[in-house]
């Protein structure tokens, strides 16, 4: 099931989206992602393969469990999304620290709305 979630930095960077799958579509798992080419913060779906941005049509797309985008662990999942693949994964967003795309520290957080 989908969940909305919501980032935001004290740089004043804030977005919201929906993330996870969607009940009957095995083949859907939005995941916030990072693209290096834009420098925007997007949801992808994980299960694609590569993972290309809409915007520059690039592969450069980072999801945000990746530990090169993460600060501060978190204590508490905010939400998660698992691949009904072969070989199942479940991926997890916390309400620790992330890349800010609009600063570059590692002080964005996500709630779940």
Do not use: H, W
Request: charge should be neutral; aromatic fraction near 8%.
């Amino acid at each position: 099931m989908g969940a909305s979630v919501a980032a935001s930095c004290p740089c004043g960077y804030s977005t919201e989206m929906m993330i996870g799958g969607l009940k009957g579509y095995p083949r859907l798992c939005l995941f916030p992602a990072y693209c290096e080419e834009c420098e925007v913060l997007l949801p992808v779906n994980l299960v694609d393969t590569p993972i290309i941005c809409p915007g520059c049509q690039k592969s450069r797309v980072m999801p945000y469990y990746a530990d090169r985008l993460q600060g501060e662990p978190g204590t508490r999942i905010v939400a998660s999304c698992g691949t009904a693949e072969e070989q199942p994964r479940e991926f997890e967003l916390t309400d620790g620290t992330y890349l800010c795309p609009a600063c570059k520290r590692t002080t964005l957080r996500f709630v779940q709305k």
